[in-house]
């Protein structure tokens, strides 16, 4: 955290008593861990993570401290870079999106829905959205975690696999 510590002191012109105040921690310490002299705490972590209103000084500090495993996403907030966790989070939205799914009516021709109808099917599409954001996601880390898996080797064979299937 030292780095994500000293990139937020000379970005904003913070002390080290504002930093310390954010960290529930003392002066002293912020200098310690700034000259590499002392770790930061789990508590100073939660402390950060909860009162530290700046989003990038968050994304260094979960960077730093998962040791590369975060990833920024473009609202700002950080999300856990590890293939176990797009696992889980990838899970989790396809439950979303089934439960969507299972709620709307795709029968009915669009000029006949309702506004609540819309609403729901815009619903819809946003769960589906966030599937593919999480799918792309896990798909370039297991192809970057497991280098014999190249998107364009799979996406060959599922262009082959629809074509026996006569869907292309």
């Keep these: 955290m030292r780095g994500a510590i000293i990139d937020y002191r000379k970005r904003t012109g913070a002390t080290q008593q504002d930093l310390a105040n954010m960290m529930h921690t003392d002066k002293a310490n912020i200098s310690h861990i ?32 998962t040791k590369g495993y975060t990833t920024p996403t473009p609202s700002n907030q950080v999300y ?27 029968d009915k021709r669009p000029e006949y829905l309702t506004p609540d109808e819309k609403e729901h099917i815009s619903m819809l599409v946003s769960e589906l959205q966030d599937v593919l954001f999480e799918g792309q996601g896990f798909l370039n880390k297991l192809s970057e975690d497991y280098e014999f898996l190249k998107p364009q080797t799979l996406n060959q064979n599922r262009d082959r696999r629809l074509k026996m299937q006569r869907r292309i």
């Design 34 to 65: 700034e000259n590499d002299r002392r770790n930061v705490t789990l508590s100073m972590y939660e402390a950060g993570f909860n009162s530290v209103p700046d989003a990038h000084l968050l994304n260094d500090m979960a960077y730093e401290m």
């Design 80 to 106: 856990d870079d590890h293939r176990m966790s797009f696992k889980y989070r990838i899970k989790e939205e396809i439950q979303e999106f089934v439960d969507a799914l299972s709620s709307n009516r795709l």
